[in-house]
């Protein structure tokens, strides 16, 4: 093309210039819509791949807080029995089996680390921006900040525990060997002795509010993971279901 273009030139046939040179530009344009449209392809599918992969992460995120929440909140109505009878002295009819569970779930603060991984993919990318729309955008960040907040506040919660049982031994409360257990070790309790540590009671006290805290916290996030999947559901038209997983 370009050469007839130049002999058209030398003989100054400006009807053949025009005409080839509309062919030109024409063939160029062409060439840059399929380009695009290559582009354009390529990235559709790249944003409904991840968004497939971002719609299983947040189902697993569903199940891993379920399970969460049946941990830190199984245990809620003993660890009240507990906690009444602690402050009240009053053992008598207590199953010391379950006081004793009740008393152990106060002492602790799971981590909290649902999958994420593919959002952390899509935001280094940058092809976090490129999905749905600012609905869905929404409801993904609000699920993120507040998962920040709460591992932000277990870490508080883990450090307070930390520096309220730093070097204290409570009368009453004492590690034994126990080859049945998980980690071969239990705590054994003397709950009369117990009650009458006002220091023990307190701490108690407190760590339960703690734990209280952590199953609200945890109820916030999981209600956000699973608006946030029902939004991935709309865009991708595709159920929200949680698969099973194991306990966090």
């Keep these: 093309m370009l050469k007839r273009l130049g002999h058209a030139l030398h003989r100054q046939d400006w009807a053949t210039i025009a005409i080839e040179f509309v062919l030109l530009v024409l063939g160029v344009f062409l060439g840059i819509q399929v380009a695009n449209w290559n582009e354009d392809r390529q990235l559709e599918a790249r944003r409904s791949a991840a968004l497939s992969r ?37 053992w008598e009819g207590a199953d010391p089996v379950q006081m004793a569970e009740a008393l152990d779930s106060i002492q602790y603060a799971p981590a909290v680390s649902p999958p994420r991984g593919v959002y952390d993919e899509l935001i280094s990318t940058g092809l976090y921006s490129e999905l749905g729309d600012p609905r869905l955008r929404k409801a993904v960040s609000d699920y993120i900040a507040q998962l920040a907040y709460l591992e932000r506040q277990v870490d508080f919660i883990r450090a307070r525990l930390v520096a309220r049982n730093d070097g204290r031994l409570f009368q009453g409360a004492r590690p034994v060997f126990d080859p049945g257990a998980r980690r071969q070790i239990r705590t054994a309790y003397d709950f009369p002795a117990l009650s009458a540590d006002p220091a023990f009671v307190a701490n108690t006290v407190e760590n339960n509010a703690a734990t209280i805290a952590q199953v609200d916290w945890t109820r916030d996030l999981l209600d956000k993971a699973k608006a946030m999947c029902a939004e991935i559901a709309r865009i991708e038209g595709q159920p929200c279901k949680a698969p099973v997983e194991n306990a966090p």
């Design 54 to 90: 971002l719609h299983a992460e947040s189902e697993a995120a569903i199940a891993y807080l379920e399970r969460r929440m049946g941990v830190i909140a199984g245990e809620a109505d003993l660890r009240t029995e507990a906690l009444r009878r602690l402050s009240d002295n009053d």
